[in-house]
């Protein structure tokens, strides 16, 4: 016979069980928020959520790289840092010209270390003075030959003058671009507004300009006054000239005016007590343009007197060619003219 206190410990049991029941679903056909039930009654999830990625996350490959994302060692996100150009180096027989420099370019190399693309050039100072190539810094530039600009020359190391007439190794240093290459790259010297010779940095390549060009030099001018001018050589410049003679330099000059630059020897015969002197000099172009030297001789002359390397630039039209008519008037004043011809 069942005691009254079994029949209790029965009656709790009971409600124990229904409530763990009630408590799961059971027999009720309760689904759990966020599933639904597959054909079989087995719950599957309604909707799936991407975690985003807080600050200080790892970026694993194939992941979108998010702010504040740390890349993983060997992930490639799509920027990371500034860009560092790519060591390169390449040898080269290539020149060029600018203001009275011949610049020989030998070669040429990019250092990622210290982001700057160096020249090795062989400067040739044909200026009657001793010159800086420096002095022309505003005229020399790097071309990426990628249309993002012109990169101006940092530095030209040694920074000496060129002794007149002679040779040098010199060393041009340009800011790197990002992602620089020689294949397109380009040595500019020259404004575009004034002579300008563009030299390729490429192995093989040469440098395209306006180069001297030598001309016939007139015969001896000699005026009544026994004053004269032999000369030894004439040369069509595309830049140039500053100074007096036999101090002349050469300087940069707009593209669309060259200078037919002559040299000899200058002095008098027989002259009258004081001397003489050269007060003019001038010439008359094809098209009937006449132009005078830039810079006469600042000499007197007694008999027998002269004076070598007497330079004197004369400006005239680029690309003029035909003959030009050259005159030179003593103090006296009594003219000499002899002619040259232009190619």
């Known amino acids: 016979m069942t005691t009254r206190l079994q029949r209790i410990a029965i009656i709790s049991l009971g409600l124990v069980v229904a409530g763990s029941l009630t408590g799961c679903g059971a027999g009720t056909g309760a689904t759990p928020a966020g599933t639904s039930r597959t054909a079989v009654g087995v719950p599957t999830p309604t909707s799936q959520q991407t975690p985003t990625p807080r ?17 993983r060692p060997g992930a490639t996100p799509s920027s990371v840092g500034p860009a560092v150009p790519v060591a390169q180096s390449v040898t080269l027989d290539a020149s060029g010209w600018l203001a009275g420099f011949k610049v020989a370019v030998k070669a ?6 210290t982001h700057l693309i160096t020249i090795g050039v062989t400067l040739t100072n044909t200026s009657q003075v001793d010159r800086r190539l420096n002095e022309n810094a505003q005229e020399i530039s790097f071309d990426p030959g990628d249309g993002s600009g012109l990169v101006p020359i940092q530095s030209v190391t040694p920074d000496a003058q060129v002794v007149a007439g ?26 575009a507004a004034n002579h300008q010779w ?28 026994h ?26 000059s707009a593209k669309s005016v060259s200078v037919i630059a002559l ?14 002197v050269i ?35 004369i400006p005239v039209p680029t690309g003029l060619a035909g003959r030009y008519v050259l005159k030179i008037t003593d103090a006296v004043p009594t003219s000499a003219t002899a002619t040259i011809l232009v190619p």
Not at 282 to 304: E, F, H, Q, R
Request: net charge positive.
């Open 108 to 113: 040429a190399s990019i250092d990622p270390t």
């Open 55 to 71: 600050p200080g996350d790892t970026v694993r490959p194939g992941d979108t790289p998010r702010p504040g994302d740390t890349p």
């Open 198 to 225: 563009l030299v390729p940095l490429r192995a093989g390549a040469s440098g395209s300009g306006e180069r001297p060009v030598a001309l016939r030099p007139p015969a001896r001018l000699t005026t009544p006054g």
């Open 227 to 252: 004053i004269y001018y032999r000369i030894t050589s004439a040369q069509l410049l595309p830049w140039s000239c500053s100074g007096v003679p036999p101090l002349t330099a050469f300087i940069p």
């Open 166 to 191: 002679t040779s040098a190794t010199s060393t041009l240093a340009f800011p790197a671009p990002a992602g620089a290459s020689f294949d397109k790259a380009v040595l500019v010297l020259g404004k």
């Open 263 to 276: 040299n000899g020897t200058a002095g008098a015969g027989s002259v009258a007590v004081g001397g003489n």
């Open 279 to 313: 007060g003019q000099m001038s010439i008359t172009a094809p098209d009937g343009t006449t132009a005078a030297v830039i810079s006469p001789p600042l000499k007197v002359w007694n008999t027998d007197q002269s004076s070598p390397n007497i330079l004197m630039c």
